[in-house]
């Protein structure tokens, strides 16, 4: 049975006529057994394979593709409901074959061997249109409503060329909720910002796989984790008191994932904050309150976050504040709340530094990739630092002190993008 814990690190002091406590949440998760192992077996679980068969995936991507999705469904454990979309500008449902009676069906020996020759037989043709890969994901996931653990791949090679991007926005908003989704671009010629788009709101993460022949390992890794979750989803609920204000909520390890806007209320002091399913991990969470200002000598509780499986608390922290006039107590930085804040910080800094080198903007470009390259030094992210490496000329790495490099690869420029929400844990 799984088991959660929570640890709150923070510096609970506060200086006179403060009102903003900072804390990071750790939670981790033990025991989580298999997909399914909470209760219902295999038959509460279902995944969907989404792979671009546009014309420009013709040659060895779309080989690579087919024997990627094909080692995936060998991972995936059976009684698991699941299904193959092939997807261009339209979407089509390669397994169960389109005169199937089931949209979807579940995992055996003969349903596994013959979604593989159905793989086999998958074709590039057409344009991309996203959207509709969605859509029908979405749709297929509806007919197995008794599947409560739902998750998908998409594999793209290009530009979501065949529709206005407002209708894979609108797409993106539609099926949120409805399943998580790790999305994978193969390549050079597909855009970030959209698979970003995507894997954001669906709880799932984005990648760049530069060359075909690792998609397969990509592949196995992604449903290999997937079929290890065994807990199906979970909230993180935070509480404040009467008159305080939840700043922001983000998950900050390993991933930087902003889930400010998704709080659904459980009460009015009550805030859930959807984290997808689990398997064995440790996750960070930084929380940040406003209260009101309290006389020096006061405390009070700033917040209450837990964790919460089928609306059962699993875990609680409490996040708390003293007021006081001793300086060395209200300067003192917490490590974990600065390595953290540095890190999101980092990752905006990338995203937007290589967002005005495209469009032309150099000096723009050059400030931000500089501060980038100085938070790296700072939260000890060598990742980031290398990876900045092939992108800017670095003269001065405390100072963040660089020059954009002539004639960069589109690919290390990706690669950047790609890996910086990743982030490295506090060293405790």
Aim: with cysteine; net charge negative.
């Amino acid at each position: 049975m799984a088991e959660f814990a929570a640890e709150v690190y923070q510096n609970e002091f506060l200086s006179e006529g403060a009102t903003d406590v900072h804390a990071i949440v750790t939670v981790t998760c033990t025991g989580a057994g298999s997909a399914g192992s909470a209760g219902g077996g295999a038959g509460g679980v279902a995944e969907i394979i989404m792979v671009d068969t546009s014309g420009s995936m013709s040659g060895r991507n779309i080989e690579a593709a087919k024997h990627a999705a094909q080692v995936a469904v060998d991972q995936i454990l059976d009684g698991t409901w699941f299904a193959i979309v092939g997807g261009s500008h339209v979407a089509n449902r390669a397994f169960p074959y389109p005169n199937a009676r089931m949209a979807m069906v579940q995992m055996e020996p003969g349903a596994r061997a013959e979604a593989k020759r159905a793989i086999s037989m998958l074709t590039p043709g057409g344009g991309t249109a996203m959207s509709t890969w969605l859509r029908l994901a979405d749709q297929l996931f509806a007919t197995v409503p008794q599947a409560t653990q739902r998750h998908a791949i998409l594999l793209t090679d290009g530009k979501n060329e065949s529709e206005p991007r407002a209708n894979l926005s609108a797409a993106v908003r539609d099926v949120t909720g409805h399943f998580q989704c790790d999305a994978r671009g193969v390549g050079s010629r597909w855009q970030v910002d959209e698979l970003r788009e995507i894997s954001t709101a669906l709880l799932g993460t984005v990648d760049l796989i530069a060359d075909p022949a690792e998609i397969a390992a990509d592949f196995e890794k992604l449903m290999r984790a997937s079929m290890a979750r065994g807990v199906a989803s979970a909230d993180l609920r935070v509480w404040a008191p009467q008159g305080a204000q939840v700043l922001f909520v983000r998950q900050v390890a390993p991933t930087v994932e902003d889930l400010t806007n998704r709080r659904a209320e459980v009460n009015p002091l009550t805030g859930a904050y959807p984290t997808g399913s689990w398997g064995d991990e440790s996750r960070d969470y930084h929380v940040a309150v406003r209260v009101g200002s309290k006389p020096v000598g006061s405390e009070q509780l700033a917040a209450r976050v837990q964790l919460a499986v089928n609306g059962e608390v699993v875990s609680s922290g409490l996040v708390k504040a003293k007021w006081s006039d001793d300086e060395s107590l209200t300067t003192r930085i917490n490590p974990e709340v600065a390595h953290y804040t540095g890190q999101t910080e980092l990752a905006a800094a990338i995203q937007e530094g290589l967002a005005a080198k495209a469009a032309g903007d150099e000096a723009t470009a050059t400030v931000k990739l500089g501060r980038a390259v100085q938070l790296a030094q700072q939260t000890g992210n060598d990742e980031a630092t290398s990876r900045l490496r092939k992108v800017v000329d670095i003269d001065n790495e405390e100072q963040g002190t660089v020059r954009l490099k002539r004639n960069t690869s589109t690919l290390d420029e990706m690669a950047l993008d790609t890996a910086s929400t990743k982030t490295t844990r506090v060293r405790r």
